[in-house]
């Protein structure tokens, strides 16, 4: 089948591998342009680009696909179907038209939850206990398509989204294959639609979001610190200077940590020494690991060690 496939973070890689693994023809792969990256600003492609390039397919970087010339290049590449996974726009409806099987893409939720550019981190953050990929055919709303098929797991205890998204992706790689083969043979059926009813969104995280609230309970924070892993991470002040935050866990056990959060001002510190223990609106958190501005992340025990942590400071 010819396929033009549009994505760019990791997450759409293990698509991309499985649809050239399974004999489809990449004519052409359309991801989002290169960034600067780092100190020095170097303008870095994405993944998928930047691995599109390396097998030798086509790799097309516009900024965006409303103008003509942008079209064209899509209604060139005679594709029967388009891919989405992750691209990170959304496509016009005069895009959507354009391939004979239509637009097909890989969703990482159980829609019409989490419908998004954010449902991995949504599903973290909501302390759902299962989520999935779902296989959806595209129209011009925001994943309001009909599913062609679906695949649910459930979501480990401790589990950062880096850590589900990864999972997620391979399973929507192998529910891609399927959904074309069955495509490809018109023996898939019609795509079921979506019941509006229970739809819930997800919006893009911006790194504000990750500004820490300590008057929030410890069990959202908690899961804040695995939904925005690797990105954003979470971050308080200290000292009128950014302090980044991984590894926050809740402190679940009764004892001097729980008692000292209830008479204390959420952010202050409870214990310092050997563990780090914050208040927060409700319980408290541990922290495994800190990294102030400017500085490489440091384990707990070395941060407490050299920029003095007692308890009772304040943060936030």
């Not at 299962?130 to 309001?144: L, Q, Y």
């Not at 590894?247 to 780090?276: K, N, Y």
């Amino acid at each position: 089948m010819q396929v033009v496939f549009f994505g760019s973070p990791s997450f759409a890689l293990p698509s991309l591998e499985s649809l050239r693994d399974a004999g489809h023809t990449l004519g052409l792969v359309v991801s989002q342009p290169g960034k600067p990256v780092g100190r020095r600003g170097e303008v870095t492609d994405p993944p998928v680009a930047a691995r599109a390039k390396s097998l030798g397919i086509q790799v097309f970087q516009p900024p965006q696909l409303k103008d003509d010339a942008a079209v064209a290049r899509l209604s060139a590449a005679g594709a029967d179907v388009f891919v989405v996974v992750a691209y990170g726009k959304i496509l016009a409806q005069r895009v959507l038209d354009l391939p004979r099987l239509g637009c097909v893409n890989v969703h990482g939720s159980l829609l019409p939850r989490w419908r998004g550019a954010s449902p991995v981190q949504a599903s973290v953050l909501a302390g759902d206990p299962v989520t999935g990929v779902s296989i959806m055919k595209m129209d011009a709303g925001m994943d309001t398509g009909p599913v062609y098929t679906m695949r649910e797991t459930q979501i480990g205890e401790e589990e950062s989204a880096e850590e589900l998204g990864a999972r997620l992706a391979q399973i929507g790689a192998e529910l891609l294959v399927d959904t074309l083969y069955f495509l490809e043979g018109e023996e898939g059926g019609l795509p079921v639609p979506q019941d509006d009813a229970l739809a819930t969104t997800c919006p893009k995280i911006t790194r504000e979001d990750a500004r820490v609230d300590w008057t929030r309970p410890a069990v959202e924070l908690a899961r804040r610190s695995r939904a925005f892993t690797p990105w954003p991470g979470l971050f308080t002040i200290r000292r009128n200077a950014r302090l980044k935050l991984f590894h926050v866990s809740l402190v679940a056990e009764a004892g001097q940590a729980r008692e000292g959060a209830e008479g204390s001002s959420p952010g202050t510190i409870l214990e310092a020494d050997p563990r780090l223990v914050v208040a927060c609106g409700e319980g408290a958190v541990s922290i495994g690991t800190l990294q102030a501005e400017g500085r490489r992340a440091l384990p707990v025990a070395e941060f407490i060690r050299g920029e003095r942590v007692l308890p009772g400071e304040r943060w936030g």
